[in-house]
């Protein structure tokens, strides 16, 4: 067992600390009090064990884990990604990928650089026939029937900058999510990031992003107001990487989410990902897809793919929705389990389902 202290004001606090940097498994051992002066913050010293004894102490150690952690399965991903390509694979000429654009983007002048995104994809009607929105790459469907259902799988290939909005029912993981896109997206490409909350109604909705923030040192900005924001946004600049949480809706409070889609509509928030759980059936996903339509989504990223034995209700949906896929996510902690969607992390996705399914049997 690994055991730390945490130091803090609230044991609450610390418990949400350590569950954030050692996983929910994370269990509270004992609570001191502080003597003043005697150099540590905070009045309580709590201690804080888990069972994972590999971990290492900070957000590089957890990092370092992740990569390291790909580079045993990548054999197995890039034997599967083949297999998908031979199979059912298109890849749309000239799409590139997000990671070279990355790369590119970061080797050019700051000047040089368009101060705003680009403009949203092409709405399918209006897209030549065949052809797929700019940053956008696809996957076929498999059984080449016409119609909505049978459309292809788009990868967004568009680098992640600029201002991006995360919407979605509640508990999608939205929250999660946005941390871990904020640490494996934003600070591990050395990008400036920012953190705007739109949920400042719902008591202690905020805290998990406080105590991220808190670890990260990421500036964060709870708002409350359509001002509020403005002044948010206004606050962190042009380059930053902006990401933004709003609350969850259920469907008798989708009035007060127009008024969250009016915010982020007359602000210039350019890319909203709608976030879903993969753990929902087909027609959930498509009923919640309809629900938050009015939010103009540009892309679509779905969670807990760890959590669900086939994938079939996720490639299903993406292919009826004709969004581009952007990420899939897993895991319930805010450092890892967030990987860009392509034929790579669907393979990967796949062979973690067959691994847990071979297990199961035996």
Known sequence: MRIKSYFSNSVETALNLARLELGEEAMLISVRNREPGSGNPG????????????????TQ??????????????????????TLRKSAVTAEPGAGTRTAAV??????????????????????????????APGVSRIS?????EGRKHRSVRFSTEPLHGRVAFVGAAGAGKTTTLMKTAFQIGLARNQQVRIISLDADRIGAAEPLRTFCIITQIPLCITATAKEFQVALADAGES??????????????????SDIAAILQGNH???????????????????????????????????????????????LHSRE??????????????????????????AATLIAQELGAIESAA
């Open 43 to 58: 009045n309580y010293e709590v201690v804080i064990g888990t069972n994972q004894a590999d971990l290492s102490d900070g």
């Open 61 to 82: 150690g957890i990092q370092d884990r992740s990569n390291r952690r790909r580079s045993r399965e990548q054999p197995k991903i890039a034997d599967r990604s083949l």
């Open 103 to 132: 790369q590119k983007q970061a080797e050019e002048p700051a000047g040089s650089r368009p101060a705003k995104w680009s403009e949203r994809p092409q709405a399918d009607s209006d897209r030549p026939s065949g052809s797929a």
């Open 141 to 145: 469907s498999i059984s080449g029937s």
């Open 240 to 257: 930053a990487l902006v990401l933004i949480d709003t609350p969850g809706f259920s469907p008798e409070e989708m009035g007060a989410a």
């Open 269 to 315: 928030v350019e890319q909203i990902q709608l976030v879903v759980s993969a753990t929902m059936s087909a027609e959930a996903l498509s009923l919640t897809e309809r629900r938050f339509s009015f939010f103009r989504p540009t892309h679509v990223l779905y969670t807990k793919v760890d959590e669900v034995g086939s994938m079939d209700n996720v490639i």
């Open 321 to 346: 929705c004709g969004l581009p896929v952007s990420f899939v996510g897993s895991g319930r902690k805010a450092f890892d389990g967030l990987s860009e969607a392509s034929e790579s992390s669907l």
